[in-house]
């Protein structure tokens, strides 16, 4: 009875495989493209980076001013003067640096918030057009080098989805 049992255990894989795989591609990059909430986010992404790039520029400029005040005045000045100023530039620089390094955080943090629900979108688009297709598979090929005739390109499809809403 045991034997028994182990061989039909072995033998359901078998069975499942005897099942239709229908597998689909689908070029994410290009359904990205085509939806028109993506213009919106790369606008409003575009103005957040302006604003940083503004504010950096405004410590850059600070920067390159104490500097060049400094150089011209550098052999005037006393020591004590001349190691207070060297410090302050210092702490401009390193706030220019770390301000730099926060802002890229804070735009790429935002890209992110911005991305994750047009990305949700393709995926329920993705998956509606799976079910309706009954495809076994979806993929989003990074390079695809061959496709049998077994393979359907669902782009289309899930790009009709996507605009109909």
């Known amino acids: 009875?045991?034997?028994?049992?182990?061989l039909f255990i072995l033998a359901l894989p078998l069975g499942l495989g005897a099942q239709e795989v229908k597998i689909a591609v689908v070029n994410v990059s290009?359904?990205?493209?085509?939806?028109?909430?993506?213009?919106?986010?790369?606008?409003?992404?575009?103005?957040?980076?302006?604003q940083y790039e503004n504010e950096f520029k405004l410590l850059s400029d600070d920067y390159d001013r104490k500097m060049s005040d400094y150089m011209a005045q550098q052999d005037s000045l006393t020591e004590n003067i001349r190691m207070?100023?060297?410090?302050?530039?210092?702490?401009?620089?390193?706030?220019?640096?770390?301000?730099q390094q926060f802002a890229y955080q804070e735009i790429q943090k935002k890209e992110q918030?911005?991305?994750?629900?047009?990305?949700?979108?393709?995926?329920?688009?993705?998956?509606?057009?799976?079910?309706?297709?009954?495809?076994?598979?979806?993929?989003?090929?990074?390079?695809?080098?061959?496709?049998?005739?077994?393979?359907?390109?669902?782009?289309?499809k899930v790009k009709a989805k996507l605009l109909e809403k």
Do not use: W
């Open 30 to 50: 290009e359904l990205y493209n085509v939806m028109p909430e993506v213009n919106a986010m790369e606008s409003e992404l575009a103005a957040v980076r302006r």
């Open 1 to 6: 009875m045991k034997k028994l049992i182990v």
């Open 84 to 99: 207070l100023r060297m410090t302050e530039i210092e702490n401009i620089r390193s706030r220019a640096e770390n301000f």
């Open 113 to 156: 918030e911005l991305s994750a629900p047009i990305q949700e979108k393709i995926i329920n688009a993705i998956e509606q057009v799976g079910e309706e297709n009954n495809y076994t598979y979806i993929i989003n090929p990074v390079a695809l080098l061959y496709t049998g005739k077994a393979v359907i390109d669902a782009t289309e």
